[in-house]
Antibody, heavy 118, light 110 residues
Framework: QVQLVESGGGVVQPGRSLRLSCAAS????????MHWVRQAPGKGLEWVAV????????YYADSMKGRFTISRDKSKNTLYLQMNSLRAEDTAVYYC???????????WGQGTLVTVSS | QTVVTQEPSFSVSPGGTVTLTCGLT?????????PSWYQQTPGQAPRTLIY???TRSSGVPDRFSGSILGNKAALTITGAQADDESDYYC??????????FGGGTKLTVL
């Protein structure tokens, strides 16, 4: 079955960087686009970024553009999110998600919490 | 900037029917936005309910259905049950690689 396991979250100071990882299994990782979605404490879901199945196309929400970088390693079946210049408002649970066939998300990880605080 | 709108909260009686909507601050939603719907309970990851406007995800009961109603996407729950009490989110594909979530609807069953 499809499994998405995020890691790399934690407490980080404002202005610092953090890299999240998402280990994928149970499907052909190199055939599907992958997303990051975040959720600030007590708030709704916010789409962060998507990367195409082959890694050639990457798109970002405006508020993350220029600070966050999505990438993937097909040899490791792993998705990444490099987050730079972190701000307090980036504090959230970050979910890794697999795209389906119809511009939808069909599977979600359990999330990893990032806390930006001094 | 176009915002995706959802009712902040809704209430339904057990066994009742409720329709949650997903709209745009500017313009109408069509199937070309590929609306999808997700259910989330506190502390849990979201669960996919509906994709491509009206296709139920695997294992989702048929009392959940999706549609376009007027200029909005809609999620209808028929015969609401206590464990349907959750937050519900829609997401739209805006084109050019961009997705946008609605603010979510908190559904109470009482």
């Amino acid at each position: 079955q499809v499994q998405l396991v995020e890691s790399g979250g934690g407490v980080v100071q404002p202005g610092r960087s953090l890299r999240l990882s998402c280990a994928a299994s149970g499907f052909t990782f190199s055939s599907y686009a992958m997303h990051w979605v975040r959720q600030a404490p007590g708030k709704g879901l916010e789409w962060v970024a998507v990367i195409s199945y082959d890694g050639n196309k990457k798109y970002y929400a405006d508020s993350m553009k220029g600070r966050f970088t999505i990438s993937r390693d097909k040899s490791k079946n792993t998705l990444y999110l490099q987050m730079n210049s972190l701000r307090a408002e980036d504090t959230a649970v970050y979910y890794c998600a697999k795209e389906g066939y119809n511009y939808d998300i069909d599977y979600w990880g359990q999330g990893t919490l990032v806390t930006v605080s001094s | 900037q176009t915002v995706v709108t959802q009712e902040p909260s809704f209430s339904v009686s057990p066994g009742g029917t409720v329709t949650l909507t997903c709209g745009l601050t500017s313009g109408s939603i069509s199937t070309g936005y590929y609306p999808s719907w997700y259910q989330q309970t506190p502390g849990q990851a979201p669960r996919t309910l509906i994709y491509n406007t009206n296709t139920r995800s695997s294992g989702v009961p048929d009392r959940f259905s999706g549609s376009i109603l007027g200029n909005k996407a809609a999620l209808t729950i028929t015969g609401a049950q206590a464990d349907d009490e959750s937050d519900y989110y829609c997401v739209l594909y805006m084109g050019s690689g961009i997705w946008v979530f609605g603010g979510g609807t908190k559904l109470t069953v009482l």
